[in-house]
């Protein structure tokens, strides 16, 4: 059994919770969950996204981080090792690569969407200096989109932003940048909380998010609501596998998974409490959805709030932090892998992803001006590529996983290091849940999608 990576380690307990929490709070709890649950009609849909993390977040995310603490490497070799070890086809490789493939493809348009953020974290800042403010919110948005440079520009600040920490090597700069920044982000999303209590429209944002309505239920909500789970607990691209591999023997493998998960769980609550308020007390319809919305709604709020303009700033850089320690785990296990198999080094080899991720990026940024009337479907380019990784690629990836965890491996592996000290009950349920519920749950998903069902 390997007790270190050649990519490095993390110090402590801690420091994996802070970078795994990195990796999952991000652009996926405060600017995806709010749009998609508007998208998707409220309570209903978060209740069964709430029922997903449950079932097949929690089960996968333990299965991920015991991959990859038992083959020490990048995904692709840790499953080649694994596979080797228990006399298992190497073909389960292929999941490694898959994960790559995704990261890769969320990488592209999480940049993107991160650079939309950093634009406003500057136009704030501009504003503090006296610049003109955003006064009609809608009308800044829509320039934003519309201009394929500035588009360009802040795509690719954000990439080299994340390209210089992965060169770097994760463990110093990120560990202790994430410890400072991500309580942060939590205050500040507690301040915009108390500020959306104070528009007397909490009970109505709670009610929209959390009084379901069962006959609006459609199929689609289901692989929707699958597809945010994996995405917003960074689950099935082996992104956690790969931080998986760096986490120190002795460490706890279920009670660090569940602490990542709750708090992933909890900000993006807090995010859709703080945020949905202000949209109907704007009067906004809050099921009118669109990729815009905390970027058209929010900054109706800061105009009217006292020291907005502060708070818009912050807010919008830290939301840039947020998404800046997620990209960083998007373009870590494919850095990893590159590392290993070729004598690249790791800054040769980060460079190479951030320019390829860079470049696909572009198709993201021309989706919203010189190439809008491009569709695949009722898609734009970005929501295609959307769709294609989070919800297609990201089940199949968590499907493998679990399906390797559970029935590969052997029960003695996987008993060892999801600690022995894990009362017997918790253990079978886990199995339980990654031998049957998991994969089940997941392939009715993808029957869907397919229109078998
Ligand atoms: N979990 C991140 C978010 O919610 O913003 C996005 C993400 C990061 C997805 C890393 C997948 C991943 F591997």
């Known amino acids: 059994m390997k007790t270190s990576s050649i990519h490095g380690m993390w110090s402590s307990r801690l420091a994996f919770v802070l970078a795994a929490t990195g990796s999952a709070v991000g652009l996926g709890n405060i600017w995806r969950f709010p749009y998609i649950t ?9 209740l069964i996204y709430l029922g997903c993390i449950l079932l097949v977040g929690l089960p996968v995310m333990f299965s991920e981080i015991v991959i990859g603490r038992r083959g020490r490497m990048s995904p692709v070799n840790s499953l080649r ?12 490789m292929g999941l490694g690569f ?10 592209s348009f ?30 800044t948005f829509g320039s934003l989109l519309g201009n394929a440079g500035q588009l ?21 700069g990120l560990e202790r940048a994430v410890g400072i920044l991500m309580p942060m982000l939590f205050i500040l999303l507690l301040i915009l909380l108390a500020y959306g209590v104070s528009t007397g429209h909490f009970w109505d944002a709670a009610r929209f998010l959390f009084q379901p309505d069962w006959s609006q239920v459609s199929t689609g909500m289901f692989v929707t609501a699958l597809g945010q789970a ?38 993006a609550l807090i995010a859709g409490l703080a945020i949905f308020p202000v949209i109907i007390a704007f009067g906004i319809d809050p099921g009118s959805g669109g990729a815009g919305l905390i970027f058209t709604s929010l900054p109706l709020a800061f105009a009217q709030m006292p020291f907005g303009i502060f708070y818009g700033a912050l807010f919008f850089l830290l939301l840039s932090v947020a998404a800046w320690t997620s990209s960083i785990s998007l373009m870590e296990p494919a850095t990893a892998y590159l590392v290993e198999a070729t004598n690249l080094s790791r800054k040769t080899a980060a460079l190479l992803i951030a320019l390829m991720g860079w ?3 572009l198709a993201t940024v021309f989706s919203f001006n010189i190439w809008s009337e491009v569709t695949i479907g009722d898609k734009n380019l970005m929501g295609a590529i959307e769709f294609v990784a989070t919800d297609i690629m990201l089940p199949v990836g968590g499907l493998l996983t679990a399906l390797f965890a559970g029935w590969v491996l052997s029960k003695t592996i996987t008993k060892e290091e999801l600690d022995d000290k894990m009362p017997d009950w918790a253990f079978k349920a886990w199995l339980w849940l990654t031998r049957i519920v998991t994969p089940m749950l997941i392939l009715w998903v993808m029957a869907s999608i397919l229109g078998f069902l």
Not at 111 to 116: D, K, L
């Open 81 to 92: 090792e694994l596979s080797d070890a228990v006399g298992a086809s190497r073909a389960w």
């Open 110 to 139: 999480y940049s993107v969407v991160a650079g939309w953020t950093l634009h406003y974290g500057f136009l704030y800042i501009k504003e503090l200096f006296g610049a003109p403010g955003i006064t009609d919110p809608d009308a």
């Open 230 to 267: 994996f995405f917003t607990l960074s689950l099935g691209m082996c992104a956690i596998m790969t931080y998986g591999a760096y986490l120190p023997a002795h460490v706890n493998i279920p009670r660090v998974g569940t602490a990542v998960a709750a708090s992933d769980t909890v900000v």
């Open 98 to 107: 898959i994960g790559i493939i995704a990261g890769f493809l969320i990488l």
């Open 152 to 172: 360009t520009f802040w795509h690719g600040v954000f990439m080299l932003m994340t390209v210089g920490v992965v060169a770097l090597g994760v463990e110093k």
């Open 38 to 46: 508007s998208e998707n009609g409220g309570g209903a849909f978060v």
């Open 359 to 361: 470049l696909l990026g």
